[in-house]
């Protein structure tokens, strides 16, 4: 059966679902390293932040199959004001639920951030992966990315 997929824009009705599929991202990366266990209350805060950022000023994106939201992704551009680039974009989240995996929507939802990101004159892009998931560090390989800082951490 061939299910028809595309890449929107993310619209205010659809920040239940992004943030159902928020919830599952904190899970997987809390599952890889506890510290990543989100707060009480971030959930809530969550939805009020994308509410308040749907006027463009941030790049959010769903990705869509037979109609039904399947994974999103959302950046913003960061000021860098001490670097000559002055600015870069970053991206924040990028999640495709697990029965839509491997069909190549993480690619198309990245790629199209990227030229949201390229549409706004940004030319560098950053993301922060999480050292113990595997499939995000491969996954952002693939999209060409490469280390360049180390977050380190330690407890006191
Ligand atoms: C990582 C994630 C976004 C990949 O989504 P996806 O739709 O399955 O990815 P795609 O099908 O577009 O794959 C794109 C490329 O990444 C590779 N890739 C994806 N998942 C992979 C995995 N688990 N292991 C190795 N490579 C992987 C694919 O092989 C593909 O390579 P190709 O284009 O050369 O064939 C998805 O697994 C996910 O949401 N994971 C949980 C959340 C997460 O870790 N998000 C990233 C951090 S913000």
């Known amino acids: 059966m061939i299910r028809e997929t595309i890449i929107r824009s993310a619209v205010v009705d659809d920040i239940p679902t992004i943030v159902s599929l928020w919830?599952?991202?904190?899970?997987?990366?809390?599952?890889?390293?506890?510290?990543?266990?989100?707060?009480?209350?971030?959930?809530?805060?969550?939805?009020?932040?994308l509410k308040a950022q749907m006027n463009g000023a941030l790049g959010i994106f769903v990705a869509l199959r037979d109609g039904e939201i399947v994974g999103y992704t959302f950046g913003q551009i960061v000021q860098r004001p001490t670097l000559a680039a002055g600015e870069c974009g970053y991206v924040a989240d990028l999640c495709v639920r697990p029965d839509a995996r491997g069909l190549g929507l993480g690619r198309r939802l990245y790629e199209r951030l990227r030229l949201w990101f390229h549409e706004n004159g940004v030319h560098s892009i950053e993301v922060q992966v999480v050292r113990a998931n595997p499939a995000s560090q491969a996954f952002w390989r693939k999209m060409g990315f490469g280390e360049f800082l180390k977050t380190l951490r330690t407890e006191i």
Do not use: I, K, V
């Not at 990543?36 to 932040?49: C, I, K």
């Open 23 to 49: 919830r599952m991202l904190q899970e997987t990366n809390a599952l890889h390293d506890p510290y990543l266990t989100p707060g009480d209350g971030a959930e809530d805060w969550f939805r009020e932040y």
